[in-house]
């Protein structure tokens, strides 16, 4: 089984993938979104050449727990994956990984340039970890 995590945003979708057993996950790449389309299409090639069965969606949710108009965005975006893919979407909640990745970042003495070519694949591997470890025990 092997999983895709993606941080998806107004700008780029940030991709991350696991390892064959599902244990750990590493960033991948920045997608510049486009069209839908090319996404898509980008995307379809992640899964194929890494050989994805599963994807994970960060659901950017409020600190009250309740979802906002971003969050609504990732729920359709993941519904689209789901239909136009055809295999398992999940949601995870993905409150505070952009802040957790940039700390991260910050504490290894990373540019301000660099930070921002790494931020969402960083992002995508920590939802995706975060949703594989809660999902192992």
């Known amino acids: 089984m092997r999983y895709m995590g993606l941080d998806y945003g107004d700008k780029t ?6 390892d064959e057993l599902g244990w750990t996950a590493q960033g991948l790449e920045v997608i510049r979104r486009t069209t839908q389309e090319r996404d898509l299409t980008r995307l379809r090639e ?5 050989g994805v069965t599963e994807i994970v969606v960060g659901l950017p949710k409020n600190m009250n727990n309740t979802i906002g108009p971003r969050g609504e965005i990732c729920i359709a975006f993941s519904q689209t994956l789901h239909e136009t893919l055809e295999m398992p979407v999940h949601l995870w909640d993905e409150r505070l990984t952009t802040v957790s990745a940039t700390r991260t970042l910050l504490e290894a003495d990373v540019s ?7 931020i969402d694949k960083m992002a995508a591997a920590l939802i995706l970890q975060n949703y594989m470890d809660s999902h192992s025990r």
């Open 13 to 18: 979708i940030g991709v991350a993938v696991s």
């Open 46 to 50: 992640i899964i194929e050449q890494y």
């Open 112 to 118: 301000r340039k660099k930070r921002k070519q790494v």
